[in-house]
């Protein structure tokens, strides 16, 4: 069983810089491809970023598309988003998901397991 674990979230200013991250555990974290979703208050779960694992391919909403790079650490089981230009609109719970052996990018509804999410709040 596939675990995740996402961290780094908090509330800060328009402009400001924030990072998350997202640790695995419980399985072969270099074959998944690995996505960052996030979730508004009264809105639907949205794509953010994925990277997937054969190649390290990035993919962005283009919302964010040029503020937020995601990356991996095979080494370390984790994933990470850094995020600049932060905007109030960003405001949100982000997830991090894991598609276990998917090649490119995965439909949401090929991410097998879920992280608890981190608040990420951007005040105006």
């Known amino acids: 069983q596939v675990q995740l674990v996402e961290s780094g979230g908090g509330l800060v200013q328009t402009g400001d810089s924030l990072r998350l991250s997202c640790v695995a555990s419980?399985?072969?974290?270099?074959?998944?491809?690995m996505g960052w979703f996030r979730q508004a208050p009264m809105k639907e779960r949205e794509f953010v970023a994925a990277?997937?694992?054969?190649?390290?391919?990035?993919y962005y909403v283009d919302s964010v598309q040029g503020r937020f790079t995601v990356s991996r650490d095979n080494a370390k089981n984790t994933m990470y988003l850094q995020m600049s230009s932060l905007k109030p609109e960003d405001t949100a719970v982000y997830y991090c998901?894991?598609?276990?052996?998917?090649?490119?990018?995965?439909?949401?509804?090929?991410?097998?397991?879920w992280g608890q999410g981190t608040q990420v709040t951007v005040s105006s």
């Open positions: 998901a894991a598609a276990p052996g998917r090649i490119g990018l995965p439909r949401e509804s090929e991410y097998d397991y």
């Open positions: 419980g399985g072969t974290f270099s074959w998944y491809a």
């Open positions: 990277i997937s694992w054969r190649p390290a391919t990035t």
